[in-house]
């Protein structure tokens, strides 16, 4: 027997009901409860010379701190626990104007550790509102990187404060430290994701004088291509970004649709290799303030064990 008109308009406006309402679910659970789900990654790198003890390495990315995130801010306290050799910040620290105090409050305990830093876009610029739904659709979204709609962030009194912590930034800069008995030759990019990148190499001399056990790591905030194939080019052993934030709203199971630059997404998350050099990718710890979501992709630190072959 054919259904009444009346029948299946009920059918429809059934369907269509439950459909919005598994969608504002989702919705919901995306914004209060997965952007709160933060999770410690680990990984093990075997990168350091043979005989070398193990070194601990937390890795931390677009914090994207704004006033009042009280549970990020209570996560990054306790990753102090975890009492890391060096602290590596991959940018992407900001997404308000006022939101520097609130970021130096989250990050002292780790502001005590040895620590090194490069900027993204979001220690530059405040994110301007955009529907969020078009990180899933542009590969690269070219206005980001548009400073000239984008209001300036405290970026000078953000990196005197890291500077004054004892933290080395490693803006288009090489540099070295020495921690437990380790030699770390760090290179550092300003954002690839704004053009300002500017490879420095790794100090030409420091590296053969010295007798220690010793490290090559390249540091940038967006993993464009280009960037991972220079570092490997000059001589990098490990590399660490972030940018990606995994894909954000990803599948289930974590898969990323997207990476926000030119790196495939199946790698926007995690260690992969660039030729045979290992590169650790943050899905980060936050969000732009005007996409409060993530999905299949909770907000990370990532604890990476250097350890011998
Ligand atoms: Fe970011």
Redesign the pocket.
Known sequence: MAASAGTLARSAAAVLGAGALAGAATAAYAHFIELNNFTIRTETLPVLPAGSPDFKVLHIS?M?MIPGQRPKRDFMHSLAELKPDLVINTG?NLSHISGLPALLDALDPLLDFPGVYVP?S?CYFAPVAKNPARYLWKKNTGDEANQETRAPLPTQDMHDAFDARGWLGLINRYDTLTLKGLRLEFSGVDDPHLDYDRHPGFSPTAFERQPAPSLRLGICHAPYLRTLNRFVADGAQAIFA??T?GGQVCLPGGRALVSNCDLPPERAKGVSLQGNIPVQVSA?LGTSRFAQVRLFCPPEAVLVTLTAP
């Open positions: 677009d994207h992407d993204g979001n972030g940018h934030h980060g």
